[in-house]
């Protein structure tokens, strides 16, 4: 028995409304991870390490807490403000705990260019890991549903009028930093350069859909800017 052209066209109808349902559905299950034009620098509480800060973390990384202590004998003491700062569940499920950025200057002044730097991870008076690396948080996010934060980091490297930013992905389960997922260079600013570039500024864009227990597939989108005026 033939179908009548009004039950087909309902049909396609139905079928074409079904995988834009589908469509609009997984588009719903991505979250954004960060977009280099519009996420900013996780930076809470105040622009200075506070005094439980200056009490631990010289402890921690081996530095002094201020210029002075350098007659001690310590080769770099830490710079008073913080490059990022945020909080949350980084070691364990449940935990309130701070994440901390921070710079080091040498005793000797003999300044690098960029400073050094380091994250502290700590809970009261108690640091739970570090990590020696240059960086700031850039976002924040429990990618693999495990009750756990995972912290995109950022790095800049200037040259010559330019500046290129790159990205990962890190753990600290278990007070244990570890590496999930190198994102590469997510921004470019080319702008100061004397070369040309077809392309003088880089944005990027990362959305995932969270995956219980397993880190998850990124998408990856970039584009192009202008520089400003």
Request: charged share 20%; with cysteine.
């Amino acid at each position: 028995m033939r179908s009548s052209p009004a039950a087909s066209r309902a049909w396609c109808l139905a079928v074409a409304l079904a995988c834009l349902a589908g469509q609009v559905h997984a588009e719903e299950q991505y979250v954004l991870l960060f977009d280099t034009e519009t996420t900013p620098i996780v930076r809470v509480g105040p622009s200075a390490l506070s005094p439980e800060e200056l009490s631990l973390l010289p402890q921690v990384l081996g530095v002094g807490a201020a210029r002075e202590d350098c007659a001690t004998g310590v080769i770099h003491w830490l710079a008073p403000a913080i490059a990022s700062r945020a909080t949350g569940s980084f070691t364990r499920p449940g935990a309130d705990e701070v994440l901390v950025s921070v710079r080091v200057r040498r005793c000797d002044d003999v300044e690098l260019s960029p400073l050094p730097g380091a994250l502290v991870v700590y809970e009261g008076s108690e640091a739970l890991a570090h990590l020696w690396q240059r960086a700031n948080v850039l976002a924040v996010h429990d990618v693999d549903l495990d009750g756990l934060l995972e912290v995109v980091l950022v790095t800049d490297q200037f040259d010559q009028g330019s500046l290129q930013r790159y990205a990962t992905l890190w753990d600290f389960a278990g007070g244990e930093p570890r590496l999930v997922h190198d994102f590469g260079e997510v921004y470019a600013d080319y702008c100061g350069s004397f070369l040309a570039y077809d392309t003088p500024v880089k944005h990027t864009r990362v959305t995932f859909a969270p995956s219980p227990g397993s880190p998850p597939a990124f998408e990856v989108a970039t584009r192009s800017g202008s520089c400003r005026q």
